[in-house]
Protein backbone atom coordinates (compact mmCIF):
# COMPACT_ATOMS: atom_id res chain seq x y z
CA UNK A 1 0.00 0.00 0.00
CA UNK A 2 1.60 3.22 -0.86
CA UNK A 3 2.42 5.70 1.96
CA UNK A 4 0.43 8.22 0.44
CA UNK A 5 -3.19 7.64 0.75
CA UNK A 6 -4.80 8.54 -2.43
CA UNK A 7 -8.68 7.89 -3.77
CA UNK A 8 -10.70 8.92 -6.74
CA UNK A 9 -12.72 11.50 -6.01
CA UNK A 10 -15.40 10.23 -8.72
CA UNK A 11 -15.93 8.41 -5.67
CA UNK A 12 -19.89 13.64 1.65
CA UNK A 13 -20.44 16.58 3.55
CA UNK A 14 -20.77 19.65 6.04
CA UNK A 15 -23.17 22.89 6.71
CA UNK A 16 -20.30 24.68 7.93
CA UNK A 17 -19.91 27.54 10.35
CA UNK A 18 -17.23 29.13 11.85
CA UNK A 19 -15.24 28.43 15.06
CA UNK A 20 -16.08 31.04 17.30
CA UNK A 21 -13.67 33.29 19.17
CA UNK A 22 -13.47 35.19 22.09
CA UNK A 23 -10.79 37.71 23.07
CA UNK A 24 -10.16 38.92 26.72
CA UNK A 25 -8.16 42.04 27.37
CA UNK A 26 -8.94 42.62 30.78
CA UNK A 27 -4.57 43.26 31.24
CA UNK A 28 -3.04 44.31 27.91
CA UNK A 29 -0.15 42.32 29.20
CA UNK A 30 -1.84 38.73 29.37
CA UNK A 31 -4.45 38.94 26.21
CA UNK A 32 -6.48 36.02 26.18
CA UNK A 33 -7.83 34.49 22.99
CA UNK A 34 -10.63 31.47 23.49
CA UNK A 35 -11.50 29.61 20.12
CA UNK A 36 -14.69 27.11 20.85
CA UNK A 37 -14.28 23.99 18.95
CA UNK A 38 -18.34 22.66 20.38
CA UNK A 39 -18.86 21.86 16.25
CA UNK A 40 -16.18 20.41 15.79
CA UNK A 41 -12.44 21.77 13.44
CA UNK A 42 -13.64 23.29 10.29
CA UNK A 43 -11.70 23.89 6.62
CA UNK A 44 -11.91 25.73 3.92
CA UNK A 45 -10.38 26.80 1.04
CA UNK A 46 -10.60 27.96 -2.84
CA UNK A 47 -9.52 25.59 -5.86
CA UNK A 48 -9.08 25.93 -9.52
CA UNK A 49 -7.92 24.05 -12.51
CA UNK A 50 -5.14 25.64 -15.38
CA UNK A 51 -7.86 27.03 -18.01
CA UNK A 52 -10.72 25.34 -16.22
CA UNK A 53 -13.60 25.85 -13.19
CA UNK A 54 -12.58 27.38 -10.34
CA UNK A 55 -14.63 25.49 -6.92
CA UNK A 56 -14.26 25.84 -3.08
CA UNK A 57 -14.33 23.25 -0.37
CA UNK A 58 -15.62 23.12 2.92
CA UNK A 59 -15.51 20.54 5.44
CA UNK A 60 -15.71 19.76 9.06
CA UNK A 61 -13.99 17.14 10.79
CA UNK A 62 -15.88 15.98 14.11
CA UNK A 63 -16.15 13.15 16.51
CA UNK A 64 -19.00 11.83 19.13
CA UNK A 65 -18.39 13.85 21.91
CA UNK A 66 -14.97 14.83 21.56
CA UNK A 67 -15.53 18.55 20.48
CA UNK A 68 -18.02 19.16 23.30
CA UNK A 69 -17.04 21.89 25.22
CA UNK A 70 -13.57 21.70 23.51
CA UNK A 71 -11.63 25.50 23.54
CA UNK A 72 -8.02 26.59 23.01
CA UNK A 73 -6.76 29.05 24.95
CA UNK A 74 -3.81 31.28 23.43
CA UNK A 75 -2.09 33.62 26.39
CA UNK A 76 1.26 35.52 26.03
CA UNK A 77 2.30 32.48 28.48
CA UNK A 78 1.39 30.02 25.06
CA UNK A 79 -1.46 28.15 24.28
CA UNK A 80 -3.67 24.92 25.59
CA UNK A 81 -6.93 22.88 24.74
CA UNK A 82 -8.94 22.59 27.32
CA UNK A 83 -12.23 20.66 27.81
CA UNK A 84 -13.50 22.57 31.37
CA UNK A 85 -10.50 22.36 33.35
CA UNK A 86 -9.02 18.94 32.11
CA UNK A 87 -6.08 19.51 29.54
CA UNK A 88 -6.59 17.69 26.37
CA UNK A 89 -3.11 16.30 24.40
CA UNK A 90 -4.42 13.84 21.26
CA UNK A 91 -7.23 13.83 19.28
CA UNK A 92 -9.93 11.11 19.64
CA UNK A 93 -9.25 7.66 18.29
CA UNK A 94 -11.18 8.21 15.10
CA UNK A 95 -12.17 11.15 13.02
CA UNK A 96 -15.04 11.87 10.90
CA UNK A 97 -14.61 14.27 7.79
CA UNK A 98 -17.05 15.33 5.49
CA UNK A 99 -16.81 18.13 2.81
CA UNK A 100 -18.87 19.65 0.01
CA UNK A 101 -17.03 20.64 -4.03
CA UNK A 102 -18.60 22.78 -4.95
CA UNK A 103 -18.38 25.61 -8.38
CA UNK A 104 -17.41 29.20 -7.28
CA UNK A 105 -16.13 31.97 -9.41
CA UNK A 106 -12.87 32.21 -10.06
CA UNK A 107 -10.61 35.43 -9.72
CA UNK A 108 -9.94 37.48 -12.75
CA UNK A 109 -6.34 35.52 -12.60
CA UNK A 110 -7.66 32.14 -12.50
CA UNK A 111 -10.19 32.88 -15.69
CA UNK A 112 -9.51 30.54 -18.67
CA UNK A 113 -8.56 32.06 -21.97
CA UNK A 114 -11.96 31.66 -23.86
CA UNK A 115 -13.07 34.46 -20.88
CA UNK A 116 -16.48 31.81 -20.66
CA UNK A 117 -17.50 30.23 -17.46
CA UNK A 118 -16.72 27.04 -16.61
CA UNK A 119 -18.03 24.20 -14.10
CA UNK A 120 -17.10 21.03 -12.71
CA UNK A 121 -18.61 18.35 -14.48
CA UNK A 122 -18.39 14.38 -13.35
CA UNK A 123 -15.59 13.58 -16.07
CA UNK A 124 -13.26 16.63 -14.26
CA UNK A 125 -14.13 15.40 -10.68
CA UNK A 126 -12.64 11.85 -11.54
CA UNK A 127 -9.68 12.74 -12.51
CA UNK A 128 -8.81 14.65 -9.16
CA UNK A 129 -6.70 12.56 -6.38
CA UNK A 130 -6.88 13.48 -3.25
CA UNK A 131 -4.07 13.04 -0.22
CA UNK A 132 -4.47 13.46 3.53
CA UNK A 133 -1.68 14.52 5.51
CA UNK A 134 -1.30 15.18 9.09
CA UNK A 135 1.38 18.36 9.41
CA UNK A 136 3.38 18.87 12.64
CA UNK A 137 5.33 22.46 12.04
CA UNK A 138 6.51 21.96 8.52
CA UNK A 139 6.82 18.14 8.41
CA UNK A 140 3.88 16.45 7.07
CA UNK A 141 3.28 12.82 7.28
CA UNK A 142 0.68 10.93 5.13
CA UNK A 143 -2.26 9.79 6.99
CA UNK A 144 -3.38 5.97 7.23
CA UNK A 145 -6.21 3.89 7.38
CA UNK A 146 -8.82 6.10 5.93
CA UNK A 147 -12.08 4.88 4.52
CA UNK A 148 -14.31 6.19 2.08
CA UNK A 149 -18.01 5.78 3.90
CA UNK A 150 -20.01 8.08 1.18
CA UNK A 151 -19.43 9.95 -1.85
CA UNK A 152 -22.86 11.77 -4.18
CA UNK A 153 -23.36 13.88 -6.96
CA UNK A 154 -26.11 16.22 -6.07
CA UNK A 155 -27.91 17.95 -9.09
CA UNK A 156 -27.73 22.20 -8.31
CA UNK A 157 -31.17 23.77 -9.97
CA UNK A 158 -30.70 27.41 -11.86
CA UNK A 159 -31.97 30.06 -9.97
CA UNK A 160 -34.11 30.73 -13.56
CA UNK A 161 -35.74 27.43 -13.68
CA UNK A 162 -37.60 28.51 -16.93
CA UNK A 163 -34.24 28.56 -18.70
CA UNK A 164 -32.96 25.28 -17.41
CA UNK A 165 -32.87 23.27 -20.21
CA UNK A 166 -30.74 25.90 -22.29
CA UNK A 167 -28.19 26.35 -19.24
CA UNK A 168 -25.09 23.36 -18.18
CA UNK A 169 -26.09 20.85 -15.64
CA UNK A 170 -24.45 21.79 -12.42
CA UNK A 171 -23.49 19.93 -9.60
CA UNK A 172 -21.78 19.83 -5.68
CA UNK A 173 -20.27 16.75 -4.64
CA UNK A 174 -20.55 15.64 -1.29
CA UNK A 175 -18.06 13.12 0.71
CA UNK A 176 -17.41 11.44 3.98
CA UNK A 177 -14.34 9.67 4.98
CA UNK A 178 -12.96 8.36 8.74
CA UNK A 179 -9.63 9.20 9.91
CA UNK A 180 -7.72 7.03 12.26
CA UNK A 181 -6.63 9.79 14.65
CA UNK A 182 -4.86 7.40 18.07
CA UNK A 183 -2.24 9.07 19.46
CA UNK A 184 -2.15 12.46 17.43
CA UNK A 185 -0.89 15.29 19.48
CA UNK A 186 -3.66 18.24 18.62
CA UNK A 187 -0.73 20.84 18.05
CA UNK A 188 -1.03 18.87 14.68
CA UNK A 189 -2.84 20.26 11.96
CA UNK A 190 -5.18 17.74 9.13
CA UNK A 191 -3.94 18.83 5.44
CA UNK A 192 -6.16 18.08 2.76
CA UNK A 193 -4.37 18.14 -0.96
CA UNK A 194 -6.74 17.78 -3.96
CA UNK A 195 -4.31 17.21 -7.25
CA UNK A 196 -5.29 17.17 -10.85
CA UNK A 197 -4.52 14.05 -12.67
CA UNK A 198 -1.20 15.36 -13.55
CA UNK A 199 0.11 15.99 -10.65
CA UNK A 200 -1.25 19.52 -9.71
CA UNK A 201 -2.14 21.00 -6.95
CA UNK A 202 -5.44 22.58 -7.61
CA UNK A 203 -6.52 22.88 -3.66
CA UNK A 204 -5.14 22.88 -0.63
CA UNK A 205 -6.99 22.85 2.75
CA UNK A 206 -6.03 22.79 6.83
CA UNK A 207 -8.57 22.14 9.61
CA UNK A 208 -6.21 22.54 13.40
CA UNK A 209 -6.78 23.29 16.54
Known sequence: MSRRLIV????VAALLLPSSRTV????PNHEKTVWNYDGGLFMETDGSIPDGPCFRIFGRATAP???ENLKRVDTNAGTMVQRGNDVVTEFPAQ???SFLLSDFPCDMQFQNASGGPTYLTKAVVSTFRLS???KHGMALRPAQGIVVRRHVMIPVAPYATELAEQLPK????EFEFDLPSKGVPVSDSLVLVLRTQDGRIAARAAARM
Not at 8 to 11: G, I, N, T
Not at 170 to 173: E, I, K, L, P
Open 8 to 11: SLSL
Open 24 to 27: LNAD
Open 65 to 67: HYF
Open 95 to 97: LHL
Open 132 to 134: FYW
Open 170 to 173: RFQW
